[in-house]
């Protein structure tokens, strides 16, 4: 789990956060539909709707690091692997559009045995 870069209430805390999946906090933002302001400026950080996006992201990469190998892996898979049941966008870019249920579904409907 990339319990790293979460505190114990939940919150995301982006610079462990980057350190555990080998990125940047630019990068990081861009992944989650972000403004780098939203994960460098403590204000904009501590706001519901980024923290909630950030949680999200990591939620999806928690579910995905096992299949994946490793954090790393899993966030390489969250940006590039498309998928066919989604017009083969990215987990990246559904989350970007605010689609992060339906990507938790997905994977879910995957982890139970669904076919992709």
Not at 24 to 48: C, E, M
Not at 74 to 102: C, H, K, M
């Amino acid at each position: 789990m990339l319990s790293d870069g979460v505190f114990a209430d939940g919150r995301i805390m982006p610079d462990r956060l980057t350190e555990s999946l080998g990125t940047t906090r630019q990068q990081l933002a861009a992944a989650a539909g972000l403004s780098r302001d939203a994960v460098s400026k403590t204000a904009r950080l501590q706001a519901p709707a980024t923290q909630a996006r950030l949680r999200d992201m990591v939620e999806i990469l928690n579910r995905i690091r096992g299949w994946a190998g490793s954090g790393p892996q899993a966030f390489a898979w969250y940006r590039s692997q498309p998928i066919p049941a989604f017009g083969d966008l990215t987990a990246e870019d559904l989350v970007r559009q605010g689609r992060a249920e339906a990507v938790k579904r997905y994977l879910s409907h995957i982890a139970a045995g669904g076919f992709a």
